[in-house]
């Protein structure tokens, strides 16, 4: 499911986080929600284009096995009891 995160309304939500990793994190950033935000809409996006990618991959297998099936035929075609 894909929105738009800058149009959605935010809202305050609870995780459990390693505490020492978000006293480190707040060394380096002054705005933590900004920050997790930005780090998740990455995350979402990488594992979108990777289904993508692997949608279109199965896509083109499917559509090479077709092709192949067209032109010679299956194997199971010759020793149908049918």
């Known amino acids: 499911m894909e929105s738009n995160a800058a149009s959605t309304r935010k809202r305050p939500i609870n995780l459990t986080i390693n505490g020492a990793l978000i006293t480190q994190a707040k060394a380096y950033t002054n705005n933590l929600s900004a920050t997790i935000e930005s780090l998740l809409v990455d995350f ?39």
Do not use: M
């Open 44 to 82: 979402v996006a990488a594992r979108q284009s990777a289904e993508r990618d692997r949608l279109r991959a199965a896509d083109a297998c499917a559509d090479d096995w077709n092709a192949v099936s067209a032109s010679i035929g299956s194997f199971a075609d010759e020793h149908s009891t049918l």
